[in-house]
């Protein structure tokens, strides 16, 4: 072989491999990964964004974001999964891209994120989902699973409480702050809202701050201080209060129906507490329970892991 038939012969195995990076085979029999979607969709009156990946013939998982995030928290999933799912990922009203209606004129209620999420899924098709549920995705999403049981073919929990023991030492002013809002709106609002308290939703208690993208926090710090933001979180963390009230009727949901149950449990969350995890497994015994490293958003560190337990979770495609 001359010296140009090898270079020759290099080069094309150099592009072989090339081609199979680019198609998004991560190794042999990996199916290729799908492109996201940016879409937006009109419901009831508003502008729904919505990040959408995979063939929409696979198993659907249903992505509900926390605060103050948007479906961006769910991008390191889209990038793992949508070889082997059908992902879609909405942002509520008053987030992310999607519309924010004036609170004198939409009620910012869970009650409310919910009604507009279960009309979004009518709108795009969704008829049967896994539901994902990050932070507000809890509330959101039991209350799809209490309006629609026969959709929903597993829960994947993240960071999300619905027990008492979950709620941590923060949450003592937070009860204070529904007890009286007008006395402690102002504390609540550069507790919940700040800079600082951005990036801490993020960090919490990891010793390796250095893990952390500065930019998943000051994007979100972006959004929370354009205008009429302020307004719109302290009106919908003022309703969370519904949503402990609400804590009885999920758990009662739980060990009646024993849904299909996968928990991702960042240990680094500075807001929800580690005997979360096992409340849930009390209720669902079968549930899968792992305890990830990461924190309150988990996907930010531990996104390969998670992807990992979901893929296992949801099983192979039919």
Same mark, same amino acid.
């Given at each position: 072989?001359?010296?140009?038939?090898?270079?020759?012969?290099?080069?094309?195995?150099?592009?072989? &491999?090339?081609?199979?990076? =680019?198609?998004? !085979?991560?190794?042999?029999? $990996? @199916?290729?990964?799908?492109?996201? /979607?940016? %879409?937006?969709?009109?419901?009831?009156?508003?502008?729904?964004?919505?990040?959408?990946?995979?063939?929409?013939?696979?198993?659907?998982? &249903?992505?509900?974001?926390? =605060?103050?995030? !948007?479906?961006?928290?769910? $991008? @390191?999933?889209?990038?793992?999964? /949508?070889? %082997?799912?059908?992902?879609?990922?909405?942002?509520?009203?008053?987030?992310?891209?999607?519309?924010?209606?004036?609170?004198?004129?939409?009620?910012?209620?869970?009650?409310?994120?919910?009604?507009?999420?279960?009309?979004?899924?009518?709108?795009?098709?969704?008829?049967?989902?896994?539901?994902?549920?990050?932070?507000?995705?809890?509330?959101?999403?039991?209350?799809?699973?209490?309006?629609?049981?026969?959709?929903?073919?597993?829960?994947?929990?993240?960071?999300?409480?619905?027990?008492?023991?979950?709620?941590?030492?923060?949450?003592?002013?937070?009860?204070?702050?529904?007890?009286?809002?007008?006395?402690?709106?102002?504390?609540?609002?550069?507790?919940?809202?700040?800079?600082?308290?951005?990036?801490?939703?993020?960090?919490?208690?990891?010793?390796?701050?250095?893990?952390?993208?500065?930019?998943?926090?000051?994007?979100?710090?972006?959004?929370?201080?354009?205008?009429?933001?302020?307004?719109?979180?302290?009106?919908?963390?003022?309703?969370?209060?519904?949503?402990?009230?609400?804590?009885?009727?999920?758990?009662?949901?739980?060990?009646?129906?024993?849904?299909?149950?996968?928990?991702?449990?960042?240990?680094?969350?500075?807001?929800?507490?580690?005997?979360?995890?096992?409340?849930?497994?009390?209720?669902?015994?079968?549930?899968?329970?792992?305890?990830?490293?990461?924190?309150?958003?988990?996907?930010?560190?531990?996104?390969?892991?998670?992807?990992?337990?979901?893929?296992?979770?949801?099983?192979?495609?039919?």
């Amino acid at each position: 072989m001359t010296r140009q038939t090898a270079g020759a012969s290099a080069l094309g195995t150099v592009l072989v &491999l090339v081609a199979g990076v =680019l198609a998004g !085979s991560a190794s042999a029999g $990996e @199916p290729p990964r799908k492109a996201v /979607s940016y %879409r937006t969709v009109r419901v009831d009156g508003l502008n729904v964004f919505y990040r959408e990946a995979g063939p929409r013939d696979a198993p659907t998982i &249903l992505l509900l974001h926390g =605060l103050p995030s !948007s479906s961006r928290m769910f $991008e @390191p999933l889209l990038a793992r999964l /949508s070889g %082997r799912f059908h992902l879609v990922a909405p942002d509520y009203p008053g987030f992310g891209h999607s519309d924010w209606p004036d609170p004198r004129s939409f009620a910012y209620t869970f009650d409310n994120l919910a009604r507009i999420i279960d009309r979004f899924t009518d709108e795009v098709g969704l008829r049967s989902y896994t539901l994902y549920m990050q932070d507000y995705g809890g509330p959101v999403g039991f209350r799809l699973a209490m309006a629609h049981p026969e959709r929903v073919r597993g829960l994947i929990i993240q960071n999300a409480v619905a027990h008492e023991v979950g709620l941590g030492p923060a949450w003592a002013s937070r009860r204070a702050f529904w007890a009286d809002r007008a006395a402690h709106e102002a504390a609540m609002r550069k507790g919940l809202l700040s800079l600082e308290a951005t990036r801490a939703r993020h960090v919490g208690s990891d010793p390796a701050p250095e893990r952390y993208d500065p930019d998943l926090w000051t994007d979100e710090y972006a959004f929370l201080t354009k205008p009429g933001q302020a307004q719109i979180q302290a009106d919908l963390f003022y309703d969370y209060r519904t949503n402990v009230a609400s804590y009885p009727k999920w758990q009662a949901w739980l060990r009646e129906a024993r849904p299909r149950t996968l928990v991702l449990w960042g240990k680094y969350d500075p807001s929800f507490t580690i005997d979360e995890p096992e409340a849930y497994r009390r209720d669902v015994p079968d549930a899968e329970v792992h305890i990830l490293d990461g924190g309150h958003f988990a996907l930010d560190t531990a996104a390969d892991r998670a992807a990992d337990l979901i893929a296992g979770f949801m099983g192979p495609r039919p």
